[in-house]
């Protein structure tokens, strides 16, 4: 079965700090991988997508970045945090399909402070 | 504007009652709706998955609605538990051409007490 892993689950940085979230998945070759920011009362906010290694799509201008190294990685940095970073970061993964469900991670709770 | 509007925007329930959560959408072109149940401080997990031709879905005491036509959905639960407690967002994606973009709405947070 299809496993994702996403750490750690919480974490808490100073401002002007470097980030680094990774999220792994198993089970699975040549997933869709995505990265969602989730604010209190607001619907989940995508912030990347891969449809495959190295291809990376940025929906939002962010000060953030993200790569995929490996087929069933992906990852989310920041070289600088700012306080606005602050939220809860999922990591998903679906198949091709246009009727494929979204997997999520448990989440990452990140607080700049 | 794409938008997924969801009501209400929260509700306190009895163990064993039954309710239902509303969703309306203006995605268009609409390619497939979603259901979520999201756990406090994790990831959401699928519910049901409906297309345009799918009126109703079931899993289990949940039961989703839809008219394509009026733009609207609902989620039914039935015979509440106390682990219904979670947050439920719909969900809709747009059509193939638009990338299957999925728009979510902000979520109805649903709290089941003894």
């Known amino acids: 079965s299809q496993t994702i892993h996403q750490w750690p689950a919480t974490l808490v940085q100073p401002v002007g700090s470097p980030l680094s979230l990774e999220c792994t998945v198993e089970?699975?070759?040549?997933?869709?991988l995505y990265w969602y920011r989730q604010a209190a009362g607001r619907g989940l906010q995508l912030l990347f997508y891969?449809?495959?290694?190295?291809?990376i799509s940025s929906e939002v201008p962010q000060n953030l970045s993200a790569s995929r190294p490996q087929d069933r990685q992906f990852i989310l940095s920041s070289k600088k945090l700012l306080l606005s970073d602050s939220g809860f970061y999922l990591c998903?993964?679906?198949?091709?399909?246009?009727?494929?469900?979204?997997?999520f991670g448990n989440g990452t709770r990140l607080t700049v402070t | 504007k794409n938008q997924v509007e969801q009501s209400p925007q929260s509700l306190i329930i009895l163990e064993g009652k039954n309710c239902t959560l509303q969703c309306n959408y203006t995605v268009s072109p609409f390619s497939n709706l979603r259901w979520y149940k999201q756990d406090t401080g994790r990831g959401p997990v699928s519910l049901t998955i409906m297309t345009f031709s799918e009126n109703t879905k079931s899993n289990g005491r949940y039961t989703a609605t839809l008219d394509a036509d009026t733009k609207q959905s609902s989620l039914h639960i039935t015979a509440s538990q106390l682990s219904d407690s979670a947050s439920y967002i719909c969900?809709?994606?747009?059509?193939?051409?638009?990338?299957?973009?999925?728009?979510f709405g902000a979520g109805t947070i649903l709290r089941v007490k003894s």
């Open positions: 891969s449809v495959g290694i190295g291809q």
């Open positions: 969900v809709v994606s747009a059509g193939r051409e638009y990338g299957n973009k999925l728009v």
């Open positions: 089970g699975t070759s040549n997933p869709n």
């Open positions: 998903a993964w679906s198949g091709d399909s246009y009727n494929s469900p979204l997997h």
